[in-house]
């Protein structure tokens, strides 16, 4: 008897134990105060303990897998727009030589020259647009009207129909180093530019003109390859007035000028390429390198007493 009351009254005193417990507390701090137990009720009992690792362990693992299902997908989508989005750049074919045939049904410009002219601008040849308008400069892309008014060569943006007029209003003229037309300057061969700054000369020693604008930096280098059978070095290039060494349509005889002085040749200045595809210059540089020949020819007017005279019909026919 003694026996069985005192099993009966451990497993009594195990029930008050667990029933005592408060929120908070576990099996294992109550049991901390107590000697190990080898009831088999307590073992039960301890096989219902919470854990929360496991909890926390299921509840956070569908949240992560999603979030990483979304940056894959975000990622995906991005890189497909992108994708789809870049188009290779066009390259400009460059250009080759062009036999002259190439372009037979389009007519060479007009020289416009008086004897005796402030100045004449060069420019390398006629372009295809040019060429069947029948006036110089006439593309639009072109910026040499332009240039001339904010440089104070003209008091307004003369338009290319008005390109003949300019002997009589201001004084100056315009030729070519090529006469025949072309796509571009590619196209021309160093034969035809060589013999192009023969026929210059031959030009500017007639009319004897005080000073050529060289309208580009490639026209120097052909007249520069002409007369020293090389390009000019880094060195010795230069926008803006040349040497008097550089003067053109100069003589080995002694030619005398309108005012009865020894002709010298006429100076020769040097500016950039008005064309549209010559981008190697910003527009503000350009202006500055046009700006003191505009200056020049403004003071040589004024010092010759220059008054434009009315313009003829035929000056400014197409």
């Known amino acids: 008897m003694p026996r069985t009351r005192s099993a009966k009254a451990a497993i009594e005193d195990a029930i008050s134990k667990e029933n005592s417990l408060v929120p908070g507390d576990s099996l294992?701090?109550?049991?901390?105060?107590?000697?190990?137990?080898?009831?088999?009720?307590?073992?039960?009992?301890?096989?219902?303990?919470?854990?929360g690792t496991t909890v926390s362990s299921?509840?956070?693992s569908p949240a992560s897998a999603t979030s990483q299902r979304a940056v894959k997908r975000t990622r995906t989508t991005v890189t497909v727009t992108t994708n789809s989005s870049v188009r290779p750049a066009k390259k400009r074919k460059p250009?080759?030589?062009?036999?002259?045939?190439?372009?037979?049904?389009?007519?060479?410009?007009?020289?416009?020259?008086?004897?005796?002219?402030?100045?004449?601008?060069?420019?390398?040849?006629?372009?295809?647009?040019?060429?069947?308008?029948?006036?110089?400069?006439?593309?639009?892309?072109?910026?040499?009207?332009?240039?001339?008014?904010?440089?104070?060569?003209?008091d307004r943006r003369l338009k290319p129909e008005e390109d003949r007029s300019l002997p009589a209003l201001y004084c100056m003229g315009n030729t070519n180093i090529v006469d025949r037309p072309s796509k571009d300057a590619a196209e021309l061969s160093k034969e035809e530019m060589a013999a192009g700054t023969?026929?210059?000369?031959?030009?500017?020693?007639?009319?004897?003109?005080?000073?050529?604008?060289?309208?580009?930096?490639?026209?120097?280098?052909?007249?520069?390859?002409?007369?020293?059978?090389?390009?000019?070095?880094?060195?010795?290039?230069?926008y803006g007035w040349q040497d008097e060494k550089h003067n053109m349509g100069k003589s080995e005889e002694d030619i005398l000028d309108d005012n009865g002085n020894t002709w010298k040749g006429s100076k020769v200045f040097v500016t950039t390429s008005t064309s549209g595809l010559a981008a190697s210059l910003k527009p503000a540089e350009?202006?500055?390198?046009?700006?003191?020949?505009?200056?020049?020819?403004?003071?040589?007017?004024?010092e010759r007493g220059f008054t434009p005279r009315a313009v003829d019909a035929v000056e400014v026919q197409a």
């Open 286 to 302: 350009k202006e500055a390198i046009w700006q003191p020949f505009g200056e020049w020819v403004q003071k040589r007017r004024a």
């Open 95 to 154: 250009s080759r030589y062009a036999d002259p045939s190439k372009y037979a049904h389009l007519s060479p410009l007009v020289d416009i020259l008086e004897p005796s002219l402030i100045c004449v601008f060069v420019g390398t040849n006629p372009g295809v647009q040019t060429a069947t308008a029948g006036h110089a400069y006439a593309h639009p892309s072109n910026h040499f009207w332009k240039l001339l008014y904010t440089s104070g060569l003209t």
């Open 58 to 60: 299921s509840n956070t």
């Open 28 to 51: 294992d701090q109550a049991e901390s105060t107590q000697p190990p137990s080898t009831s088999p009720f307590i073992d039960k009992l301890t096989g219902f303990r919470y854990t």
């Open 198 to 238: 023969a026929n210059l000369d031959a030009k500017f020693l007639k009319y004897k003109p005080e000073a050529v604008c060289i309208v580009g930096k490639g026209i120097w280098e052909a007249i520069w390859r002409y007369r020293y059978g090389r390009n000019p070095k880094p060195s010795e290039f230069k």
